[in-house]
């Protein structure tokens, strides 16, 4: 299998598992949103509660056509970079994209670009 396929398919798996565990009630509904074929894949919970719309993502990931794995909202407590190494995506393909491009070069494990 090659690198970019390998990649999503990693991705593919942690956000459908994050998204179980992650339960909808009556108030909010948990969304798995994946397009493959464009490397996007998100959880939204989206509903109501305490009288206020709820429209929150929280995971957002993206595997560019170079097979870097941009993690752009991790908002879970979960780890997702360090769950994308278990899985076997290795270091310099993952990106912190919700730091800014400086600070990334002050976090020598994951990839810079």
């Known amino acids: 299998m090659d690198r970019l396929k390998k990649h999503k398919e990693i991705v593919r798996l942690i956000i459908e598992e ?8 009556e108030q ?26 709820e429209y929150v993502p929280f995971v957002h990931l993206d595997v560019k056509p170079d097979a870097k794995v941009y993690i752009q909202h991790d908002g879970t407590d979960l780890k997702i970079a360090d769950r994308l190494v278990e899985e076997g995506i290795e270091k310099q393909y993952i990106v912190l994209a919700f730091q800014s491009p400086n600070r990334r070069k002050l976090i020598p494990d994951f990839a810079l670009s």
């Open 18 to 25: 994050i998204g179980r565990i992650t339960p909808s009630d």
């Open 28 to 53: 909010s509904e948990t969304q798995v949103i994946i397009d493959e074929e464009r490397g996007h894949y998100l959880l939204f919970s989206i509903g109501w509660g305490h009288n206020r719309r």
